[in-house]
């Protein structure tokens, strides 16, 4: 018998995750992972992330989405940190644009609950936006930021307390599988185990090289202002999380100011036309003048009263599919092996059900939500001939 029933390779947002559900469930769970706990070289750190619930993105995400807010509020619970803060999300864009019109067709699908504002309202209500005519914004109530580091840290907590093996700081080199389970071999050992889950981040590229996924990893930036005025406009009272469509498909969106005066005020753009291909080894991990310039003509154009000192910054990288959709399922030569990746910049709000979705896969098989969008196969991957690394 295999001293573990699961080995689950990489700790960071999803893994975390993964390794507390399938404690959870009573399996024995190896966690490796090659830095310390959230750390800040792979995709969850920095803070904070979006979570809403009017998925513009696809509304086959809602129920996913539902049953991932249920799984926070029970981490909460279990750790005892607030990890959840609510103040309610505008998605801003033209009538037509993507993120109004594929909110709302989300929204009335399933029945959530929101409010169409015009650029009157919206000025009225959030008097820090200075939007250009024609904008409207989709207000919905739940929408708020998960704590990133702080959701990292719980979900390892509370699997280690339910006895999950975590190792940080130790790569791991290679991995094969075979019917009669896994094997993985870190810079320390080898360690057995029946079956393997891969939650690689961007890593997912060297990981996952047999698979020939066609992810693609991007630098990102996230951005601290100082409010020329001060913080009160920005407040969580007063301020909700929002994404703008621009008209030149630059999607900047923000958080309100949560950690006080001296924080001040979180932006970054969601999506761009301009990317910047990387590896975790090859992304250039500083702040530049033109990542600052950018993000400040953005600002003038919309919020002008965040047009004031920069704080700080920081790098982080997407992991992007060619649909931007999820990848999860089993491998498709190993039964065994389990891969979940390809989160695409927007799977941080999920990562508490991609836990339970996972650990329900790997233990009966199948997952009693809807995850065919997530499937593995449908780039059309051809088998695989070696285990790698
Ligand atoms: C700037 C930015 C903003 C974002 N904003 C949002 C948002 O607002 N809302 C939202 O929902 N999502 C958002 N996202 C996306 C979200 O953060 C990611 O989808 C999510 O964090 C991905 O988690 P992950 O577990 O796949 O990757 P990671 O957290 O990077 O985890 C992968 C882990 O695997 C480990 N690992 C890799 N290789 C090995 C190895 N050989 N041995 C051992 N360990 C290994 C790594 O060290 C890492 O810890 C954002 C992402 C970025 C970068």
Redesign the pocket.
Known sequence: MNTYDVIV???????SSVAYHLARRGERVLG????TPA?D????H?QT???RQCYFEHPSYVPLLLRAYDLWHELESEAGDKLLLLPGGLMLGAEDSEVVSGSLKSARQYSLPYAMLDRGEIQRRFPAFELPQGTVGLLEPFAGLVR?EGAVLAHLRCAAARGAALQFE???LSWTATSAGVSVTTTRRSYQADRLVI?????APE?LRDMDIPVSVER?V?LWFQPKGGIDQFRPERFPVYIWHEATHRQP?GFPAVDGEEDGVKI?FFRKPETEVCTPETIDRRVRQDDIETMRASIRRFLPSLDGKFLRGTT????VTPDLNFVIGEHPMYANVLVA?G?S???????SVVGDVVADCVIQGQSRLDITLFDPKRFGTGPVMKGGA
């Open positions: 390779l990489g700790l960071g947002g999803m893994g490796l992972e090659r830095f750390h070289r792979g995709s969850s920095g992330r979006v979570i990133t130790e790569p791991v939650t690689p981040g961007p890593w990981l990102q996230l969106y970054a982080c990288m997407y992991t990746c989160f910049g927007h799977g941080f709000k999920f990562c």
